[in-house]
């Protein structure tokens, strides 16, 4: 690292000690009343609590399997209808204005009818998690798969490739970068669809956390549940950044 | 008889045959004609390479000859076969070396691309990698990725890749086109030697007339709108060629002068 990169990442952890500090200080001039408001101090301390005498770890782990297993499966299946769609122009003529229809329709509105037909279960959380997070990775792959070189697509037919060497070998990779970053959009949505659906179908989680610490005003607790969360989109963020930058080296081989 | 001449005449009896022909063979794409009529024959092991203006159908003309288009009437085939589909013993080289390689893989596995192709078994590939990668000048460059190496580099591997089919024919489309004289040159006297070597038949597309000359037993010049053939010369200069010599040579200096006044022509 040289020292410009130093310097910037320096100033950058002096900014968050700056908020952290400006919090602890609005906590202990009571600018808000430590009912709703803990300080710093506090949530550490509630956060350090809930780990080694609750059942914050289970709560986190509840989470991080909702949002793991739904966006695990919206990866899947979204992968294998972007290839399927961004593969034939005809597919995309024919397929693509449905697909504007279902994407922009807000997923909360899904959430009623997803409780209606599968109850208040673990099942309905995965349906509406990968609902949700599928869209970014559909569309992304189709545009993905569009964008490949047709030259390579030559290339291909003169080597006399099978559809299936043609689609593992060439599209795909090719197509790689931008799967990537409609995957990375959707784990941000997975988190989000995670905590609303152990809010409203009240499974184990922090979601339910957060919610049974804010209706028994012990701000405290609903404040590590919300930095856990925190940390938990931030980590996930980062390691998609570092498979990011494993799988796509090819990329940034030259410069 | 010595050796070399019952060579000669074996090779002379071979170029007697015909490997790929054109014949009567016409393509239209979108209402316009791009190819009539063209009749052309090209012999095993010879290196024929098509001249013409732009727009005069030579790249049509190599695709037709890839199969990857089909002509709309008359035939083009191979070894007396119509060619429908692209076959893996011919090998096409494309001009734009930038698109046709993989910028994921590295130079060994953009090579690897044709032997899985051909279903070579993995642990033969790293030897047939280094081989080919030594063969066209890229020792050591192995673990590049295309975006790291020069113009040259990358159409060597190109080549590189195309070798790997084992082809009996190679199409080049403007190979060099895009590269700077030097490089050019080099490239040049490297495929003559490839493909001499290897009893290779290759039809080489250019704009470049010296190249034609330089590197073909015979040149065809086409004609525009729509495409048809126009000239036909043989190339009687001494093999192997030699940059300086063989474009110093009273012969190259008529066929080019005659090349010259038929493409100059054409343009009117």
């Known amino acids: 690292m040289n ?33 709703f408001l803990p300080g710093p101090d ?35 299946a979204g992968i294998a209808l972007g290839a399927l769609i961004g593969s034939s122009k005809m597919m995309r003529a024919y397929v693509a204005p449905s ?25 309905m959380a995965l349906f509406v998690i990968a609902f949700g997070a599928i869209w970014p990775i ?20 003169s080597l006399q490739m099978s559809r299936a060497a043609i689609i593992g070998k060439i599209a795909l990779p090719s197509a790689l970068p931008d799967i990537l970053a409609g995957m990375r959009l959707s784990l941000t949505v997975a988190l989000i669809l995670s905590v609303v659906c152990e809010i409203l ?38 390691a998609m950044s570092l498979v990011e930058q494993r799988l796509l080296a090819w990329q940034t081989a030259a410069r | 008889m010595s050796i070399v001449a019952m060579l000669d005449e074996a090779r002379a009896a071979r170029r007697q045959k015909t490997l790929i022909a054109f014949n ?9 004609t791009i190819i009539e009529n063209l009749d052309l024959e090209v012999r095993p ?19 037709l000859a890839a199969g990857l288009y089909r002509p709309t009437s008359g035939a083009v085939t191979f070894d007396g076969e119509p060619i429908t589909e692209p076959r893996r013993e011919v090998a096409i080289v494309f001009q734009d070396y930038g698109k046709a390689l993989l910028p994921w893989r590295t130079a060994a596995g953009n090579i690897s691309l044709a032997l ?64 700077d004289a030097m490089t050019r040159q080099g490239l040049q006297d490297e495929v003559l030697s490839l493909t001499h070597a290897s009893q290779t038949t290759v039809i080489f597309v250019t704009h470049d007339l010296d190249e034609a000359i330089y590197l073909g037993d015979r040149v065809v010049g086409l004609l525009p709108h729509p495409g048809r053939i126009g000239i036909e010369l043989d190339v009687d200069l001494p093999r192997p060629r030699d940059q300086l010599a063989t474009r110093e040579h009273p012969e190259f200096l008529r066929l080019r002068r005659q090349l010259f006044d038929f493409i100059k022509a054409t343009e009117h």
């Open chain 1, 3 to 35: 020292r410009a990169a130093i310097l910037w990442r320096v100033a950058s952890i002096l900014v968050a000690a700056g908020l952290i500090a400006a919090w602890q200080l609005a906590a202990n001039l009571r600018l808000v009343s430590p009912v």
């Open chain 1, 42 to 76: 506090r949530a550490w301390a509630a956060l350090v609590r809930g780990f080694s005498s609750g059942d914050l770890a289970g709560k986190l782990i509840g989470t991080l399997e909702h949002m793991a297993y739904g966006w695990l499966a919206a990866s899947i």
């Open chain 1, 99 to 123: 697909l504007e229809f279902l994407r922009p329709l807000p997923v909360s509105a899904i959430i009623p009818v997803a409780i209606a037909m599968l109850g208040l279960t673990r099942g």
């Open chain 1, 138 to 157: 559909v569309l992304a792959t189709i545009h993905g798969f569009a964008a490949v070189e047709p030259r390579l697509y030559e290339v291909a037919r």
């Open chain 1, 201 to 238: 179908a009240g499974l184990d989680g922090l979601g339910q956390w957060v919610l049974l610490s804010a209706r028994a005003f012990r701000s405290a607790d609903l404040f590590a549940g919300v930095i856990l969360l925190g940390a938990t989109g931030y980590l996930t963020s980062i």
């Open chain 2, 24 to 32: 009567a063979a016409t393509l239209r794409l979108g209402g316009k």
């Open chain 2, 45 to 63: 092991g010879e290196f024929l390479c098509i001249v013409g203006a732009s727009g005069c159908g030579k790249t049509t003309a190599l695709r």
């Open chain 2, 116 to 179: 899985e192709a051909s279903r070579v078994p993995a642990r033969e590939r790293g030897a047939r990698i280094e081989a080919l990668l030594r063969k066209v000048g890229l020792p050591g460059h192995a673990d590049k990725y295309p975006s790291e190496m020069s113009g040259g580099m990358q159409q060597r591997l190109q080549i590189a890749r195309c070798l790997a089919q084992e082809p009996t024919t190679l199409l080049m489309d403007e190979p060099f086109g895009a590269l």
